[in-house]
């Protein structure tokens, strides 16, 4: 659904208390941690490119249509760039909408940050807590008045938390933002949260209730299938309460989880989900990846590249979700594939092949260059014969010829990779020092004075003799380094965290780990299915009304959802000529995921065969013929694995009648061909067909559509079948 616009979203039940207050948002541009380190080191996180738009313009382009008529960007790490940024864009001359920036150098926290709103005393009703790194479509309309008719009722209601349903996957045990497994209980009835816990045991699946949440709770469901949004309805009292207690630094580790805890005030928060909207927080490099591909999807729209809106210039969308900009220079012989977007004045040579990418503006790519799944910043330069795979180029940063960056990647702002080299996964690679105490996530991120830039060691293009030996030790030759091998420090991974960096990296998961990590789930769920183990997840009703509708709804996206992810994986294994097993290790892993079955893994995975060959060049219907039976044949064994059962066949069966139906009406005269050719290569036997026609008998004459178009076809399947039997008896 689109945004409402301005006035949909405020909802009061006294009109003259609805034109005396205008609705209000508190903006964090700091996420307070280093998660986006080093990047972060040199530019705030909220003015990174996300598709090629700076983060901050999604979240203010959504409030703004969301109805919120005043906004106040908390800024504090590199606070000088996001203010100089808001000053010399669109957003300071917006009638309607005024956004004000409120700088700090002291605070180290989110807590600090809405003492320091408090005591400007800006905030003059309920306003809207988020975060700039967070990208949404949702209407407020209802989440507002929710929370107002609540509060009228009960002072206490301070909080409303937007959350959506994300199952997490049973593998990782994170979700596919890259965040650990969230558990939350809420009273299904009013939607009061009664608990929260981000950190709980997911090694085991365990989580620890207290006996007396269960006794004040006799009406509670508890689920590991909820993303929170980090979009919350806030009271003014949640400012008071940030000052009344220095101990509340973080907004859901200390803030939510305090007030769960107190019995004394009795505050209480709600909880308010969102089905068929869109909205999702950029935590690490995971969600980065998602969110963008979510993006180009178009799961976001009306904030998406083909769309105009402030602080992206329109793309032309092509076929095979394809974006390009006006001004681009592309050699003949150059490969773009789908789901890539091509910012203005880029430069692609010959033979360059370019998937599941985002290119920047300005860049410069060389010949022979492969680039997948990669995101390639503003004015980078890409040498001849080079190789990234799912990478982050920052900013000015050059590649020499036949240089390597391995999954994972990240190089920050102006680094030169040389001749060559080949970058191993996970690097990080800046022209900034690591800290010599390295804080981790957990930490805060602290910012030094009015210059806006975390103070580090300078820059230079030579690495010390204990960075060259550590680099060594990891097959890294010290005499290439500094040397036309790579210009900046690549900071080290700190110890123990070598075996997570691919939990939270843009690269996919590495298929040894997903195996490994597939075998444990395995293992688990044949101790568990034996016990009496408490469900993880009830079940809550969707935005409005709590209908069964909104429940099919729900199903009926996360169905859609499911499907795409697949599609997706296999045009990944298309272009990277990723080998069948790999490819059944990933979608098993959203097939757990998603709480599918074979039957649902069919059906996605001949959807996406049967998508490819229509997105495919063809001149006639006969060329589209041609295509469909030789992609089915090239990856029959992908589809086979999950027609173990007729059941599975059928559902395939079902599936291409629907495809010729609904979403490509050009493969209906070839039906019967198609589905003979599936029998040809034993994907689908005779047995289905014929229970298929058995089953559309008693059919109405719309629904036999399909059955009396390859009838010569299914009597020949019954002929030959009676006549196999006569000569067995």
């Known amino acids: 659904m689109v945004a409402q616009r301005k006035g949909a979203s405020r909802v009061s039940e006294d009109p003259e208390e609805l034109a005396r207050v205008s609705l209000q948002a508190v903006l964090l541009a700091d996420s307070f941690t280093t998660k986006f380190h080093p990047i ?25 249509s969301a109805g919120v008529e005043e906004v106040f960007v908390f800024c504090c790490a590199n606070s000088k760039q996001v203010i100089d940024y808001l000053e010399n864009s669109e957003w300071v001359s917006l009638p309607d909408f005024a956004v004000t920036t409120i700088e700090s150098h002291n605070s180290v926290s989110a807590g600090d940050a809405l003492r320091l709103i408090y005591e400007r005393n800006v905030i003059h009703g309920d306003f809207v807590l988020i975060t700039g790194d967070t990208i949404s479509n949702m209407s407020l309309r209802r989440a507002l008045q929710e929370h107002k008719e609540r509060k009228k009722k009960d002072s206490n209601a301070v909080m409303t938390m937007v959350v959506k349903r994300s199952k997490p996957s049973p593998i990782t045990h994170q979700s596919r933002l890259g965040t650990d497994e969230l558990f939350m209980a ?11 816990e981000d950190k709980a045991d997911n090694s085991k699946g365990i989580i620890h209730l207290d006996k007396s949440l269960l006794m004040d709770n006799p009406s509670m469901s508890l689920h590991n299938d909820m993303q929170d949004c980090y979009i919350d309805i806030c009271s003014p009292e949640v400012l008071s309460l940030f000052t009344d207690n220095f101990d509340y630094q973080h907004l859901r580790r200390h803030f939510v989880k305090g007030l769960l805890l107190d019995d004394i005030m009795g505050y209480k928060i709600y909880t308010h989900e969102i089905c068929s909207s869109y909205a999702a927080r950029i935590d690490n490099y995971r969600s980065y990846d998602t969110v963008s591909k979510d993006i180009i999807q178009r799961w976001t729209y009306p904030l998406v590249p083909d769309v105009k809106f402030f602080g992206n210039s329109a793309y032309k969308l092509e076929r095979q979700g394809m974006y390009r900009a006006s001004e681009i220079l592309q050699a003949r012989s150059a490969q773009v594939g789908p789901f890539t977007v091509i910012g203005d004045n880029s430069k692609i040579g010959g033979n360059t092949k370019i998937t599941n990418s985002i290119i920047g503006q300005g860049c410069s790519i060389g010949s022979n260059v492969t680039i997948e799944g990669s995101y390639i910043w503003d004015n980078v330069t890409i040498e001849d014969g080079c190789k990234l795979s799912h990478a982050i180029v920052c900013d000015g940063v050059i590649i020499k010829s036949g240089a390597e960056l391995k999954p994972g990647v990240i190089l920050s702002f102006k680094v030169i990779v040389g001749d060559q080299f080949v970058v191993p996964s996970y690097s990080k690679v800046s022209l900034f020092q690591q800290p010599t105490n390295q804080d981790s996530d957990e930490e805060l991120e602290y ?38 091998g790579i210009i900046g420090y690549v900071w080290s991974i700190c110890e123990g965290s070598v075996e997570e960096e691919w939990r939270h990296s843009v690269a996919p998961i590495p298929s040894n780990k997903l195996e490994k990590a597939l075998q444990a789930a395995d293992d688990e769920l044949e101790l568990t299915q034996d016990s009496n183990v408490l469900p993880t997840s009830g079940e809550l009703k969707s935005d409005s009304n709590f209908s069964d509708g909104d429940d099919n709804e729900d199903s009926r996206d996360d169905s859609i959802h ?6 997706a ?43 490819f060959a229509y997105d495919s060049p063809y001149g006639s219907s006969s060329e ?33 009648e629907e495809i010729c139906l609904e979403s490509a009406k050009e493969f209906t005269p070839h039906f019967t061909k198609i589905l003979c050719h599936l029998y040809d290569q034993e994907i689908i036997q005779e047995d289905a067909i014929l229970r298929w026609d058995d089953e559309k008998k008693e059919a109405d004459d719309s629904d036999k559509l399909f059955v009396k178009q390859a009838e010569k076809f299914i009597e020949w399947l019954r002929v030959a079948s009676e006549e196999e039997e006569e000569e067995e008896e």
């Not at 809420?186 to 929260?196: A, R």
């Not at 992609?631 to 059962?645: E, F, G, M, P």
Request: hydrophobic share 40%.
């Open 40 to 64: 972060t080191l040199e530019r705030p996180k909220v003015l990174l490119p996300l598709v090629n738009v700076p983060m901050i313009n999604y979240t203010l382009s959504w409030l703004e």
């Open 186 to 196: 809420i009273d299904p009835n009013t939607k009061q949260l009664v608990y929260y």
């Open 447 to 484: 910012a030094d004075n009015s210059s806006g830039i975390v103070e580090f060691a300078g820059t230079t293009d030579k690495l010390s003799s204990e960075q060259s030996k550590s680099l060594e030790m990891q097959g890294w030759p010290a005499s290439e380094l500094g040397n036309g």
């Open 562 to 567: 499911f499907e795409k992810e697949v599609e």
């Open 569 to 611: 994986t296999f045009l990944r294994a298309v272009h990277e000529n990723i080998k069948v097993d790999n490819v059944i290790l990933e979608v098993n892993s959203l097939r757990l995921s998603y709480n599918k079955v074979a039957a649902d893994c069919a059906g996605a995975i001949f959807y996406s065969l049967m998508k």
């Open 624 to 656: 589209l013929l041609q295509n469909t039976t030789n992609i089915i044949t090239k990856w029959k064994k992908l589809l086979k694995y999950y027609l173990a059962d007729m059941d599975e066949e059928i559902e395939v069966i079902l599936k291409f």
